[in-house]
């Protein structure tokens, strides 16, 4: 009997727990034990992976994709590693996913992204880390937090490389140069440290200086460009005009060396034509004398004109000739037959 709160007596009915047969629990554990073993035997991996097989925290094998069999009751512990995926790390911002919540804060990435040059200009520099995990029991067991260690690494070594270089080189022409150096170096830590990573591709996704000094940079950038343009414009003008005048000026020292070459070449066989008549003049001074005066006589005749020949002895032959002013002649008037015969 028992007593409400007001003090009445009142009888409460007892209900009596059912009694299974003892083969029946028999049973009912059987299957539990036999669920739990199927349950904690078996595990799958998938196409991209390998599973790390650890035996009471022991490595002991890995496997390829596919169904296997381990030791029940988590004697035989599986970490699947994905070898086939190219893995990305991303640094000083953040590509959303769909069900998968920002893992950093906005003031973490922008303190991975804020780097200083080796000019002491700021930059803000984003970039991208691709790569692969091809020795999976390198990076379980090797380094602690291997992607945490991977990350640190990546960012040391590219504030490494901003630090050595201008900000005109990190932003504009040295992009290109700093992601292979960044890879290269990035790849011999790892290395160095065997945490079983293969860098495959650096990529700077996005570098620019702070937003506070950004129109000051953009004024910089125009006068720099500008300064491009009219230093292009002078060397195109000195490639023009250089060129040409030396052009000219080697066109006159040829012209000048052609004809001192000639009067040179025309002196010398002007003085050994003379020479060797002379020597025939000594051989023979009267045959050389008639027949340099047959020569120009040759040579000049032609040059004359109109032409009488006469005898030293004639006289009075002018009034006969009839000549006019110009050179030519006319026919002699015939004589008049008047008073004779």
């Keep these: 009997m028992a007593q409400d709160p007001f003090g009445n007596q009142v009888n409460i009915p007892r209900f009596e727990t059912p009694k299974l047969p003892p083969g029946v629990i028999r049973w009912v554990v059987l299957a539990v034990v036999a669920v739990a073993i199927l349950s904690t035997s078996f595990y799958q991996v998938e196409p991209d992976e ?9 490595h002991i094998d890995s496997t390829p994709p596919g169904l296997h069999f381990k030791l029940p009751f988590f004697i035989d512990r599986v970490t699947p590693i994905p070898v086939q995926r ?15 919540a920002l893992e950093f804060a906005r003031d973490e990435l922008a303190g991975q992204s804020n780097m200083l040059t080796g000019d002491l200009n700021a930059a803000v520099v984003e970039w991208v880390v691709q790569y692969r995990i091809v020795d999976p029991v390198a990076f379980l067991f090797k380094v602690r937090n291997a992607q945490d260690t991977f990350r640190d690494m990546s960012e040391a070594v590219m504030r490494e490389a901003v630090g050595d270089r201008t900000v005109n080189e990190v932003i504009t022409i040295g992009r290109q140069e700093l992601s292979a150096v960044v890879l290269e170096e990035l790849q011999e830590l790892n290395d160095l440290y065997e945490t079983g990573i293969q860098v495959e591709q650096v990529v700077l996704q996005d570098v620019t200086p702070p937003d506070p000094v950004q129109p000051a940079f953009n004024e910089v950038n125009e006068a720099e460009q500008e300064k491009s343009k009219l230093i292009s414009q002078a060397q195109s003008e000195y490639n023009k005009v250089v060129p040409r005048a030396r052009g000219e000026a080697q066109q006159t020292i040829l012209a000048a060396e052609g004809y001192a070459l000639d009067r040179v070449n025309r002196a010398q066989g002007e003085a050994a034509r003379f020479v060797a008549v002379y020597n025939e003049y000594r051989k023979a001074p009267e045959v050389t004398r008639r027949r340099i005066y047959l020569e120009t006589v040759r040579d000049i005749l032609p040059k004359v004109g109109r032409k009488i020949v006469v005898d030293d002895e004639i006289r009075g032959v002018l009034p006969l000739l009839n000549l006019d002013v110009g050179g030519r002649s006319r026919p002699a008037p015939r004589p008049s ?3 004779g015969s």
């Design 50 to 58: 390998v599973g790390v097989v650890l035996r009471l925290g022991v």
């Design 337 to 339: 037959q008047e008073g």
């Design 86 to 100: 190219q893995l990305t790390e991303e640094f000083g911002f953040e590509t959303p996913r769909s069900g998968v």
